[in-house]
């Protein structure tokens, strides 16, 4: 089956949630998707997102892991249980991860 024949799945990169003024906050990325049918959507739970309606949504964020000093640049984490010490290093891995998941499932992901 080529791309052009496989069901289409758009996934939307926004800043994430809880900016000072209700803009978003640079610091973090939210990843949505409407889930395609086919899938059940507890698939997605095991993969870290949340399922809100028809959607799954995951947050690229800071963690503390144990043992985090005070003072230093706290590393990322996404879905699909990845880590990175820089946002855009979590966000490329998680994005690359999701793409094999729908891909290996049928699906032609495109970022919207």
């Known amino acids: ?11 939307y990169v926004r800043l994430g949630d809880g900016g000072p003024r209700g803009e978003g906050n640079a610091d973090h990325r939210r990843i949505s998707f409407r889930i395609p049918n086919g899938i059940n959507p507890l698939d997605f739970l095991d993969q870290d ?9 995951a947050t690229i964020t800071e963690f503390y892991p144990d043992g985090f000093m005070a003072g230093n640049a706290p590393p990322y ?5 990845v880590k990175s010490q820089s946002l855009s290093g979590a966000l490329a891995t998680s994005q690359r991860k999701l793409v ?4 290996e ?8």
């Open 100 to 103: 094999t998941y729908l891909r």
């Open 1 to 11: 089956m080529s791309a052009a024949e496989k069901p289409i799945v758009k996934i």
């Open 77 to 81: 984490e996404g879905p699909f249980g």
């Open 105 to 112: 499932r049928g699906f032609e992901p495109q970022f919207a």
């Open 49 to 57: 997102f949340a399922i809100d309606g028809n959607e799954a949504v």
